[in-house]
């Protein structure tokens, strides 16, 4: 068979044909960004607002972390190069225990990316076992699932708490592991981790939770928060008052913290295990230096004007979820994070819809099947702190011009999804 065919292959699979009539018919995918200016974008001639960035505290644009690259880079080189497993730049134990220490847990092991944890972790924490994952959870879970079945772990998914429930009461070879997303990445919604971790520790399954989108954002309540999202955005197991007991969390420093690095947060004993059975601890390039620096930059950043950072984000975001609701729009976020989908009406397409919102100049995140269930297809916008309350004006009058053109659902009555 000529190579070239296996595109056509590809292209038949209707897991792959939402997203492949997208990139070839909107302007929304591998587009070539050739300016940036805070939240504004150019492409060619055009500006847009960025509404597709996940750098939610605005750590990308922040001057006192772009300044602490130059001299790690200067200490470091550009890029370790050797594996986690052969050498480990001084960085490393200094992120690992300052993670630990903001997250309230026992101990953490970093690796270069969340989809590389997944694939690599889930397998060697399930063994033989068993694995019920939530219909939601985001792509890179269900593929470190897939490849725990293919190592023996028998797979099963669930919709609800009742369904979780029930496969937990059936009785299942252990380990049993119970996976799932924080902050779900698509409604931006905060699951039940409390009901999750009472389930779990009475079967004693282990919650593994994904909090990329929460990490950053959420954090431990408190009587001195600056906003509901909690203070200091140590993620979901605090922000939900919980202990670390029965659970594995996994989070991200892509998304708040804007660099390329990601985390577990697990007892030592558990860490030790994982660097000598993870692949990516003992085979994949790491993270580069930058990344690194602008990690260790960014707690500081987060512990000087973390808070307030977050309490503009909240702000912000309440102002377009306010707007949304007040049109009587459908959006499945009922927990005021900083993702906002938007589906647009049954009979509206997405292609058409994505060429106005170009047109209008916002730069959003389309959401096709089957990332999102198909009467959920839309498009999908984050807030940022660095956003500023004129771009939230244009964003939320472009969405009263398409409201007013029923180019989207209706609230429902019960609009968690
Ligand atoms: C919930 C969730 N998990 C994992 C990932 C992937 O993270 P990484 O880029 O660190 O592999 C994403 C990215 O969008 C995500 O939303």
Known sequence: ????????????????????????????????????DGRRIRVGEHW?????????????????????????????????????????????????????????????????????IHLSVIPVLAQQGTILVDSRAHKTIWDGCVFARAQGATLSRFRSLDELAALLAAGNPGPVLVCMDGVNSMTGNI??????????RAHGAVLYIDDAHGFGVIGARADDET???????????????????NVVLVGGFSKAYSSLLAFLAVPTVLKNRLKSAAAPYLYSGPSPTASL????????????????LRSELYRMTTRVLQHVRGLGVFTPNTDDTP?????????????????????????????????????????????????????????????????????????RESSAS
């Open 48 to 116: 847009l607002t960025d509404w597709a960035s996940c750098n939610y505290l605005g750590f990308d644009l922040e001057p006192d972390i772009i300044g602490a690259v130059d001299e790690q880079l200067r200490r470091w080189g550009t890029h370790p190069s050797w594996s986690r497993m052969l050498g480990n730049p001084a960085l490393y134990p200094q992120i690992e225990q300052r993670l630990a220490a903001l997250l309230g847990a026992e101990d953490t092991l970093v690796l270069p990316t969340i989809t590389q």
């Open 339 to 411: 993702i906002i989908e938007l589906p647009i009406a049954l009979d509206r397409d997405l292609v058409e819809v994505s060429e106005r919102l170009w047109e209008r100049g916002l730069f959003v995140t389309l959401a096709p099947y089957p990332g999102v269930p198909r009467d959920q297809v839309g498009f999908r916008v984050q807030v940022t702190a660095a956003n500023t309350d004129a771009e939230i004006d244009h964003l939320n009058a472009v969405i009263s011009e398409l409201a007013a053109d029923g180019v989207f659902q209706e609230a």
């Open 227 to 245: 906003s509901p999202y909690g203070i200091s955005g140590n993620s979901i197991i605090r922000y939900c008052g919980e202990s670390y007991d």
């Open 1 to 36: 068979m000529h190579v070239s065919h296996l595109a056509t292959e590809v292209d038949r699979d209707p897991r792959y044909s939402a997203i492949a009539r997208l990139r070839a018919e909107t302007r929304f995918y591998d587009a070539v960004i050739d300016q940036v």
């Open 191 to 200: 699951p039940d981790v409390r009901a999750c971790l009472d389930l779990c």
């Open 293 to 308: 620096a602008t990690v260790l930059a960014g707690f500081d950043v987060n512990a000087e004007r973390g808070d307030k």
